[in-house]
């Protein structure tokens, strides 16, 4: 598939917003802020990690506040 303009542009916007020119950003949420969550270290932490990683590089997630959130509702979901 060959993408046209707009959508490299598109791109090349993103990539500055996030300032990841040279380097993608760190992520805010860490497996120690799971546990002092509650949460048991296990195989669901990468899980939870990743999703709210995406998230974050997505612009949904700007803070550790809004990481923790997002953490609680998916490690609710991946209680149950």
Same mark, same amino acid.
């Given at each position: 598939?060959?993408?046209?303009?707009?959508?490299?542009?598109?791109? %090349?916007?993103?990539? /500055?917003? +996030?300032?990841?020119?040279?380097?993608? !950003?760190? $992520? %805010?949420?860490?497996? /120690?802020? +799971?546990?002092?969550?509650?949460?048991? !270290?296990? $195989?669901?932490?990468?899980?939870?990690?990743?999703?709210?990683?995406?998230?974050?590089?997505?612009?949904?997630?700007?803070?550790?506040?809004?990481?923790?959130?997002?953490?609680?509702?998916?490690?609710?979901?991946?209680?149950?």
């Amino acid at each position: 598939m060959i993408f046209g303009s707009e959508a490299q542009e598109w791109f %090349i916007e993103r990539v /500055r917003s +996030l300032h990841i020119e040279h380097k993608a !950003p760190e $992520p %805010i949420l860490m497996g /120690r802020h +799971l546990i002092e969550l509650g949460l048991k !270290p296990g $195989p669901s932490f990468r899980g939870i990690l990743d999703a709210v990683y995406e998230m974050q590089l997505d612009g949904k997630i700007t803070d550790l506040t809004d990481a923790l959130q997002e953490a609680r509702k998916i490690g609710d979901i991946a209680a149950n």
